[in-house]
């Protein structure tokens, strides 16, 4: 069975910091790219960052460079999203997805940043 599993959300003050995980089962881990998408209150999903299966490139969608760093450990089959200086846009549920030839999503972890 598949599992994606994220934990690390909660309440933080704008400028506050949060890391969120994501803990990966059920498939072959280090075969698959890894991204955090996020859906803030009646808004659609957005991809936020994403990391390549082989060599670890990545990429940030603009409202969060040099903000938010992905970076995954395919020892322990997660991956990670530190998030600095949050702001109140940041507010979202934040869901990580494995894809390759398939596409596997976990459930979602709630950010509330405050102002």
């Known amino acids: 069975e598949v599992q994606l599993q994220a934990f690390g959300g909660g309440l933080v003050q704008a400028g506050g910091s949060l890391r969120l995980s994501c803990a990966a089962s059920g498939f072959t881990f280090d075969d698959y790219a890894l991204a955090w998408f996020r859906q803030a209150p009646g808004k659609g999903r957005e991809g936020v960052s994403c990391?390549?299966?082989?060599?670890?490139?990545?990429y940030y969608t603009d409202s969060v460079k040099g903000r938010f760093t992905i970076s995954r450990d395919n020892a322990k089959n997660t991956v990670f999203l530190q998030m600095n200086d949050l702001k109140p846009e940041d507010t979202a549920v934040y869901y990580c997805n494995a894809f390759a030839e398939r596409v596997y999503w976990g459930q979602g972890t709630l950010v509330t940043v405050s102002s």
């Open positions: 990391i390549s299966a082989r060599d670890g490139r990545t």
